[in-house]
């Protein structure tokens, strides 16, 4: 089975711009995570969505956003980027197993603000 | 911030077992010991979770004390491909906050040839 895709791998924007990244989730998971992971340090919680819903959110501004799709795929999309946003973005798919769930995550996408 | 106490680094002769201690002092009832490794650059990989009794499966075993403070990590028999940051989470099992996984930073094992 195929894991969790994200697109594009790398991306390279300016000040200011915006930009979009997607995830599509492993076959019959319902549940999307997104996490920003800065040079040096361990990936940190942005949002996760649970049929299409926000179910959690962590300590982002307001630029950061995110929906999911009626087909379980998603979109993170950062307004206003500021150099301190370059980062690997990961996404997670999980399904659940017994009483908690499980996440898988993509390779990620490389985003670097000039 | 992270529920979870790891040494910064190990060093492992290749071949042999690797064992990554993790120290979770104040981990309750509910909450699930889980393991995640990665390897430069590239997405976290799952490898094993558990709740109170001793896991096991195709990559790892995971030894978790009687009193759940703390959980042992073993690698069998160490590969040059296991040089990976290895990350400690202590996370909620539904009903509670379990949505999110709370990175620390890990303990980075270097397996020599």
């Known amino acids: 089975d195929a894991g969790v895709t994200q697109s594009p791998t790398h991306l390279i924007k300016t000040r200011g711009q915006h930009v979009t990244l997607r995830c599509s989730p492993i076959s019959g998971h319902k549940s999307v995570s997104w996490y920003q992971q800065v040079l040096g340090q361990g990936p940190q919680f942005i949002f996760q969505?649970?049929?299409?819903?926000?179910?959690g959110r962590g300590n982002f501004p307001d630029r950061f956003s995110a929906r999911q799709f009626p087909n379980y795929s998603s979109e993170l999309n950062v307004n206003a980027l500021l150099l301190g946003d370059s980062a690997l973005y990961l996404c997670a798919s999980s399904s659940r197993t017994g009483y908690t769930d499980t996440q898988y995550f993509g390779p990620g996408t490389r985003l670097t603000v000039l | 911030d992270a529920k979870t106490t790891q040494p910064p680094s190990m060093d492992c002769a290749e071949g042999r077992a690797a064992n990554l201690p993790c120290n979770h002092s104040t981990i309750s009832g509910n909450e699930y010991v889980y393991w995640y490794r990665q390897i430069h650059s590239q997405g976290p990989q799952y490898i094993i979770h558990?709740?109170?009794n001793n896991e096991t499966n195709e990559m790892a075993s995971l030894i978790i004390t009687e009193d759940r403070k703390s959980s042992t990590l073993i690698l069998p028999h160490a590969t040059l491909r296991d040089t990976a940051v290895y990350y400690c989470i202590v996370r909620d099992g539904f009903g509670g906050s379990n949505y999110k996984l709370t990175f620390g930073k890990g303990t980075l094992l270097t397996v020599n040839p």
């Open positions: 969505y649970y049929e299409k819903e926000e179910r």
């Open positions: 558990g709740l109170k």
